[in-house]
Structures are given as C-alpha cells and as structure tokens.
C-alpha cells in the first residue's frame, strides 16, 4: 500500500476473524528521530492518520524554517539507536541473563528475539504500546497459538529487564497480551500410559527411553536436565546436579524410592552388556552416546506410537509432560509448595502459578476436598 504523505508508512495486521486492515505510523527518517523527532503511531482510519501525518509535517516544516542553524545530527553509531528495542536485545544478549541461559533456551530465545527486532526494532521502547502487541498475538495466534503465546512471554521478560540493563522503566507493553495458553489443560501420565511406554520400549529394544520415563515419573526434571545428568552426580543415592535453564541447584534422594535405585542400576547394567562405555545414566542403543534431545524426541515419538496398541491415550503425552505430571502428583500428596521446589528446581514464587497454569484438577483432589469437607461438617477432625 503506497500513500504519498511524508513519513506516513502503513504496516498490515490481521486480526483473529481473518479481517486485514493496516496500522498507520508517522515514521521520520533516521537523522530526524537523532535530531529529537519520534515515531507515533496514528489513529486506523486512514482519512484522519493522513491529517495526523500532515499536521507533524507541517510542525517539521515550521522546525526547518527557524533552524538556519540546526546543530548537525549526532555521529550515528554502530549497531541500533539508542534506546530502541534493537538497542535492548543486543544488550540483553550480551548479559548473563541470556549468557547463562541453556544452549536449547538460547535458540528458543533467539528466534523470537528476531521476531521482535523484526517488527519494532527501530521503535523506542516507550512507543511499543499494549494495542500493537495485541494485535501481533492474535494475527500470529491464528496459525501458531503457542508460538504466540511464547514471542509474547519473552516480550515480557525482555522488557523487564531494561531497568537492569540501563533503559530505564517503560510501561511493559507485553505484560497483559490476553494469552490463550494452548496447555491450560495439561496432561497427565497415568499409571496405564507409563506402563504401556515401558512395555513399548522393551519390544523396540530402547530400554533407555523405559529407563527415562520412570525416572521423570518422579522427579519431574526438564529433558535436558535428565539427559545430561551423570552417575557421578550420585554420592550416597543422592543426585546433585545444577539446572541448566535457572542455575538452581537440586539434590535428589533416590534411596527414599526404591523404583529409582532400581533404574539406575538397570541403566547402568544395560550399558555393560552393550559395551557402552559412559557415564550418563540415559545413553542411546544406537549410538552408544548420550541423547541429544531432538533425537530423544524421535525415539520417544516411536516408543509412544507402539505403546498406543495398549493404551491409545498416551499419543497425547509428551515428555515434557512427566515433569508436569511429578508437580501434580507432589500436590495431590499435599506437599508443601517449598517441598515441590525442592524437587523440580522451580522458584518457590512460581510454584502456585504453575499448578494454575497446567490447570491440572484431579479426581483424587476432588475426592480428599469432598471428603475433608463431610468430615468438618459432621463435626470430625481433619
């Protein structure tokens, strides 16, 4: 779409009833915006963002004619403009609060970090507001909710670090997006579907992906965590390892579990007899290496789809759902929510938050409600 007004650009938008319109901005070129002229977004009607437009450049104009001598714009330095949204990804890149980030979580990062350069890179971080990022969610969401839903939670993060990185405090214009989280349901493993992926593994001779699953039962740890964890993390039946993702430390009595012994010394007899020689408690058959987690993903793929001859549920488990399934469980044995963190390695704060966001309610948590309920009312103690 062209439209013959200075500095009057359009940007396409489409809303979630499929319905395109276009979003109109004054946009003034780089020597002005140095010079102290700002972009502003203008109202969707385009009769009167061209009257908007043409009153700034009548301003501009009257600027130019006082200004016989103009100071001349400021050298434009290397890399984004100060205070842009590029200026802030480039120095929350270069901070450990994305150095210290796990590999996998950089490139997940990274990717919606060049979505948002993309879109407002050369916008100051105040002139990103609460109606721009809403429209971008519910055009993306149409075609990927969870991709949506993810470029708006690092959105987010990002804005909240400016302070921290020298930016200063700006409204957070992602902070309230309206996301439709596509796992508010959560999935649960049940002892019918761990069951079924233990015996589908055993008959495509990928114990490692058995051995996996048990131990994710309990302890609820991301994949790469598990992955990469090692048996001289173990002293005394007590795994110690750092959390890649959030640096916190977790030490896990395996001896409190008689299961979990038994996995370890099956994982590592497995290994003897195939001759692999490693250290990690999850080692591929094929490859006699430890799994990479795409490559774990596959095999679990191939595991789930056999295990789905005995249990046709368990083909909407996902690994990542043991570790939803540990915290759930932990809640129904009413564990204090310090006592959940300690296992996860989630932050005490977001302990509760996550149980809402998995929106996991069970029979068994119904049942005690119910049951502690009668029992007050009948005047019995709890």
Known sequence: MKIKVRYLVARPITLASGYRKFAYYWQPSHVLRRRGWEAKRLSDDLDQAVQQAEGINAELDAWRARGERLPSPKPRAKGPAAGTVAALIRA???????????????????????????????????????????????????????????????????????????????????????????????????????????WAAGELGRSSIAHACRLNNWLGQREGDLLRAQRDMISGNVLRFRQSKRGAGVALPLDVVPELVAVVQAAAADQERRKIESTHLIVSEETGRPYSVHAFNKVFARVRAKAAERCPAVLALKFMHFRHSAVTRLFEARCEEMEIAAITGHSLASVHQILDRYALRTERMARQALTRRRDYEAGEEL
């Open 92 to 198: 929350y890149k270069a901070s450990d609060f994305y150095t210290d980030l796990a590999a996998s979580s950089r490139r997940d990062y990274d990717q919606k970090l060049e979505m948002i350069e993309r879109i407002w890179g050369d916008f100051l971080l105040a002139q990103v507001d609460d109606v721009q990022t809403r429209e971008t969610y519910t055009a993306m969401r149409r075609r990927t909710p969870a991709q949506a839903a993810s470029l708006m939670r690092v959105g987010r993060l990002l804005w909240n670090r400016a302070p921290k990185l020298g930016f200063g405090k700006v409204p957070n214009p992602f902070e309230r997006p309206g996301i439709k989280d596509t796992s508010a349901k959560g999935t649960l493993c049940t002892r019918e579907m761990l069951a079924a992926l233990v």
